[in-house]
């Protein structure tokens, strides 16, 4: 009897920790670098983050194909990669380097998906900073097999909100997210209206067409996995556009 209910609390525990875990398995993909200069990405991006310096991913960010970008939600999602099953190219003992998703690979039609088109659909690949490729691989390789998971991100500091847009046209840029990293769902509250539901413009860009000019703003932010995290007051009454404030964290 006594063995019957641990092997049913075992079970549950198992599949309890299935459905809630968003850290996966290894999966298998690849991975180039990109040739910048300093050895980092630090454009813009397709994820709207900007100067990448400036809010810390640096020279750990990558650039997913349109697989695993998934129009834009997997920003600031953080995978653990490393190189697997090249003898010549992956560093001895396949060291892993943990990346936060900060930018788009676009497809190259142009370009077979095994010569140059890395990034077409349906590929899974990860383009990277030079710095952070070479800490997994040798630089002469151009190309390399690796494999993935999705990892809780380790974020300094606390969620930051920097505000733009217009009084009619009213957008927040969301960074430094803890937990899965990946925000699915975000609601702002000035202090003269509900909570608002915003949707996303592109990136971590969330938006509302609601004049928010005046108020002190609130937000609840919820990540992919579920985990929803209000900060009251974020912003003051007399807050501006272009600049960044900081809410809570997740823990
Ligand atoms: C937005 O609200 C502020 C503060 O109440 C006001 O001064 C401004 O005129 C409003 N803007 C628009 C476009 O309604």
Not at 29 to 57: F, M, N, P, V
Not at 106 to 135: I, Q, R, T, V
Request: charged share 15%; aromatic share 12%.
């Amino acid at each position: 009897m006594g063995t019957l209910k641990f092997t049913v609390l075992y079970l549950i525990l198992l599949l309890s920790s299935k459905v809630t875990s968003n850290v996966g398995e290894w999966q298998s993909a690849t991975a180039t670098y990109t040739k910048e200069i300093d050895g980092s990405i630090i454009t813009e991006g397709a994820c709207g983050y900007g100067d990448l310096h400036k809010i810390s991913y640096g020279k750990y960010s990558a650039g997913l194909s349109t697989m695993l970008f998934n129009k834009g939600s997997t920003c600031g999602a953080c995978f653990e990669i490393r190189c697997v099953d090249h003898i010549l190219w992956c560093l001895q003992g396949s060291p892993s380097v943990i990346l936060t998703a900060t930018d788009f690979c676009p497809p190259n039609y142009g370009l077979s998906a095994d010569y140059g088109g890395w990034c077409n659909f349906p590929k899974e690949h990860f383009e990277m900073s030079k710095a952070a490729f070479s800490e997994i691989a040798e630089l002469r390789a151009d190309i390399v097999p690796i494999q993935y998971k999705r990892v809780n991100c380790e974020r300094a500091g606390r969620l930051r909100f920097t505000m733009s847009g217009s009084s009619h046209f009213y957008q927040a840029l969301i960074t430094n997210v803890g937990l899965d990293g990946e925000v699915v769902a975000v609601k702002v509250k000035g202090s003269k209206t509900g909570w608002i539901p915003m949707a996303r413009n592109w990136g971590q860009i969330w938006q509302c067409n609601v004049n928010l000019t005046g108020q002190p703003l609130s937000f609840e932010v919820t990540t992919s996995n579920g985990k929803a995290l209000t900060s009251y007051n974020v912003a003051p009454a007399n807050w501006q556009f272009g600049q960044t404030y900081e809410g809570k964290q997740f823990k």
